[in-house]
Protein backbone atom coordinates (compact mmCIF):
# COMPACT_ATOMS: atom_id res chain seq x y z
CA UNK A 1 0.00 0.00 0.00
CA UNK A 2 2.64 2.20 0.45
CA UNK A 3 4.34 1.51 -2.64
CA UNK A 4 0.84 2.40 -4.66
CA UNK A 5 1.05 5.79 -2.26
CA UNK A 6 4.73 6.37 -3.57
CA UNK A 7 3.35 5.67 -7.26
CA UNK A 8 0.73 7.89 -7.06
CA UNK A 9 3.09 10.73 -6.17
CA UNK A 10 5.09 9.84 -8.75
CA UNK A 11 2.52 10.40 -11.54
CA UNK A 12 1.40 13.51 -9.98
CA UNK A 13 4.40 15.03 -10.10
CA UNK A 14 5.13 14.22 -13.64
CA UNK A 15 1.85 15.24 -14.55
CA UNK A 16 2.38 18.24 -13.06
CA UNK A 17 5.75 19.02 -14.72
CA UNK A 18 4.49 18.20 -18.31
CA UNK A 19 1.75 20.67 -18.07
CA UNK A 20 4.84 23.57 -16.60
CA UNK A 21 6.69 22.42 -19.98
CA UNK A 22 3.69 22.71 -21.96
CA UNK A 23 3.04 26.13 -20.45
CA UNK A 24 6.86 26.82 -21.47
CA UNK A 25 5.95 26.23 -24.81
CA UNK A 26 2.86 28.43 -25.31
CA UNK A 27 5.25 31.41 -23.88
CA UNK A 28 7.76 30.65 -26.80
CA UNK A 29 4.86 30.48 -29.45
CA UNK A 30 3.60 34.03 -28.45
CA UNK A 31 3.04 35.88 -31.32
CA UNK A 32 5.51 38.56 -32.17
CA UNK A 33 3.71 42.06 -30.89
CA UNK A 34 2.82 40.13 -27.61
CA UNK A 35 6.62 39.65 -27.18
CA UNK A 36 7.10 42.75 -27.20
CA UNK A 37 4.74 44.20 -24.67
CA UNK A 38 6.42 41.40 -22.57
CA UNK A 39 9.19 43.56 -23.27
CA UNK A 40 7.96 46.48 -22.41
CA UNK A 41 6.70 44.95 -19.22
CA UNK A 42 10.19 43.96 -18.00
CA UNK A 43 11.32 47.22 -18.73
CA UNK A 44 9.06 48.88 -16.34
CA UNK A 45 11.27 48.42 -13.38
CA UNK A 46 13.26 51.43 -15.32
CA UNK A 47 10.46 53.82 -16.05
CA UNK A 48 9.52 53.47 -12.75
CA UNK A 49 13.00 55.09 -11.56
CA UNK A 50 12.37 57.52 -14.19
CA UNK A 51 8.94 58.55 -12.81
CA UNK A 52 10.54 58.31 -9.17
CA UNK A 53 13.22 60.96 -10.15
CA UNK A 54 10.66 63.21 -11.87
CA UNK A 55 8.20 62.73 -8.87
CA UNK A 56 11.17 63.71 -6.51
CA UNK A 57 11.13 66.73 -8.89
CA UNK A 58 7.71 67.30 -8.77
CA UNK A 59 7.60 66.60 -5.00
CA UNK A 60 10.46 69.53 -4.61
CA UNK A 61 8.52 71.54 -6.98
CA UNK A 62 5.58 71.19 -4.73
CA UNK A 63 7.30 72.17 -1.71
CA UNK A 64 8.67 75.04 -3.46
CA UNK A 65 5.37 75.91 -4.51
CA UNK A 66 4.06 75.73 -1.11
CA UNK A 67 6.90 77.61 0.16
CA UNK A 68 5.96 80.45 -1.59
CA UNK A 69 2.74 80.34 -0.49
CA UNK A 70 3.57 80.38 2.63
CA UNK A 71 5.76 83.58 2.35
CA UNK A 72 3.06 85.49 0.06
CA UNK A 73 0.36 84.75 3.31
CA UNK A 74 2.77 85.87 5.45
CA UNK A 75 3.60 89.28 3.56
CA UNK A 76 -0.41 89.59 3.49
CA UNK A 77 -0.40 89.48 7.40
CA UNK A 78 2.41 91.87 7.86
CA UNK A 79 0.47 94.38 5.55
CA UNK A 80 -2.63 93.75 7.49
CA UNK A 81 -0.79 94.32 11.05
CA UNK A 82 0.33 97.82 9.24
CA UNK A 83 -3.08 98.78 8.10
CA UNK A 84 -4.40 98.04 11.45
CA UNK A 85 -1.25 99.64 13.16
CA UNK A 86 -2.25 102.79 10.93
CA UNK A 87 -5.52 102.71 12.12
CA UNK A 88 -4.85 102.70 15.59
CA UNK A 89 -2.42 105.79 15.02
CA UNK A 90 -5.24 107.43 12.61
CA UNK A 91 -7.60 107.04 15.81
CA UNK A 92 -5.06 108.57 18.64
CA UNK A 93 -4.76 111.34 16.44
CA UNK A 94 -8.04 111.73 16.40
CA UNK A 95 -8.76 111.49 20.12
CA UNK A 96 -5.85 113.88 20.91
CA UNK A 97 -7.14 116.28 18.55
CA UNK A 98 -10.58 116.06 20.37
CA UNK A 99 -9.05 116.82 23.78
CA UNK A 100 -7.11 119.76 22.59
CA UNK A 101 -10.36 120.92 21.43
CA UNK A 102 -12.08 120.35 24.76
CA UNK A 103 -9.06 122.69 26.81
CA UNK A 104 -9.83 125.04 24.16
CA UNK A 105 -13.22 125.05 24.75
CA UNK A 106 -12.83 125.09 28.27
CA UNK A 107 -10.09 128.05 27.97
CA UNK A 108 -12.78 129.62 26.60
CA UNK A 109 -15.12 129.05 29.19
CA UNK A 110 -13.57 130.09 32.14
CA UNK A 111 -12.23 133.17 30.25
CA UNK A 112 -8.58 132.79 30.99
CA UNK A 113 -8.05 135.99 29.67
CA UNK A 114 -8.86 137.59 33.44
CA UNK A 115 -5.49 136.91 35.56
CA UNK A 116 -6.58 137.71 39.43
CA UNK A 117 -4.61 140.45 40.27
CA UNK A 118 -3.14 140.97 43.74
CA UNK A 119 -4.55 142.73 46.66
CA UNK A 120 -1.64 145.47 47.67
CA UNK A 121 0.05 145.08 51.06
CA UNK A 122 -1.42 141.27 51.89
CA UNK A 123 0.91 139.85 50.23
CA UNK A 124 3.83 140.48 48.05
CA UNK A 125 4.01 136.65 46.71
CA UNK A 126 1.12 135.22 45.16
CA UNK A 127 -0.04 131.72 46.22
CA UNK A 128 0.37 129.87 43.31
CA UNK A 129 -0.36 125.77 42.86
CA UNK A 130 -0.19 123.44 39.71
CA UNK A 131 -3.35 121.43 39.29
CA UNK A 132 -2.27 119.95 35.90
CA UNK A 133 -0.33 119.96 33.06
CA UNK A 134 -1.17 119.11 29.01
CA UNK A 135 1.46 118.35 26.65
CA UNK A 136 1.41 117.83 22.91
CA UNK A 137 3.58 118.29 19.89
CA UNK A 138 1.74 121.35 18.93
CA UNK A 139 1.63 123.03 22.44
CA UNK A 140 2.30 122.91 26.38
CA UNK A 141 -0.29 123.92 29.06
CA UNK A 142 -0.57 124.44 32.40
CA UNK A 143 -4.06 124.95 34.88
CA UNK A 144 -2.72 126.89 37.73
CA UNK A 145 -4.57 128.37 40.79
CA UNK A 146 -3.00 131.45 41.68
CA UNK A 147 -4.95 132.63 45.05
CA UNK A 148 -7.83 130.66 44.53
CA UNK A 149 -8.67 131.46 40.96
CA UNK A 150 -7.88 128.64 38.07
CA UNK A 151 -5.44 130.05 35.36
CA UNK A 152 -4.30 128.41 32.14
CA UNK A 153 -1.00 129.14 31.10
CA UNK A 154 1.38 128.70 28.39
CA UNK A 155 4.94 128.57 27.97
CA UNK A 156 6.41 132.15 27.62
CA UNK A 157 3.34 133.95 29.04
CA UNK A 158 3.31 136.38 31.76
CA UNK A 159 1.69 136.35 34.51
CA UNK A 160 1.64 138.65 37.16
CA UNK A 161 5.09 139.88 36.53
CA UNK A 162 5.58 136.33 36.33
CA UNK A 163 7.23 134.85 33.21
CA UNK A 164 6.29 130.83 32.75
CA UNK A 165 10.11 129.54 31.57
CA UNK A 166 9.59 126.19 30.87
CA UNK A 167 6.59 123.54 31.22
CA UNK A 168 7.26 120.21 32.01
CA UNK A 169 5.52 116.74 32.43
CA UNK A 170 6.37 116.99 35.75
CA UNK A 171 6.61 120.77 36.85
CA UNK A 172 6.44 124.36 35.67
CA UNK A 173 8.79 126.80 36.22
CA UNK A 174 8.49 130.04 36.51
CA UNK A 175 10.54 133.15 36.61
CA UNK A 176 9.99 136.93 38.44
CA UNK A 177 11.10 139.89 37.30
CA UNK A 178 14.18 139.91 39.45
CA UNK A 179 15.95 136.70 37.72
CA UNK A 180 14.33 134.59 40.58
CA UNK A 181 12.65 131.05 39.26
CA UNK A 182 10.11 129.17 41.52
CA UNK A 183 9.01 125.46 39.88
CA UNK A 184 5.90 124.57 40.96
CA UNK A 185 5.46 120.44 40.89
CA UNK A 186 2.44 118.11 42.01
CA UNK A 187 1.78 117.35 45.48
Known sequence: MKSLIFM????WLTAGAQ???????EADTIPPK???KISMIQEKPIANQE?????????????????????QE???LKNIKLLNLDVEWANLKLKKKEIEQKIVQLDKAEGTGALPTLTPGVSDKPVIKL????????FKKAVLNING???NVQEGE??????????????????????????????
Open 51 to 71: VSETADDLADDDFEQMNDFIR
Open 149 to 151: AKV
Open 34 to 36: ASE
Open 74 to 76: NEK
Open 158 to 187: QINGMLVKSITPQSVVLQSEDGQTQELRFL
Open 131 to 138: LGIFESDV
Open 19 to 25: AHEASLI
Open 8 to 11: GFIL
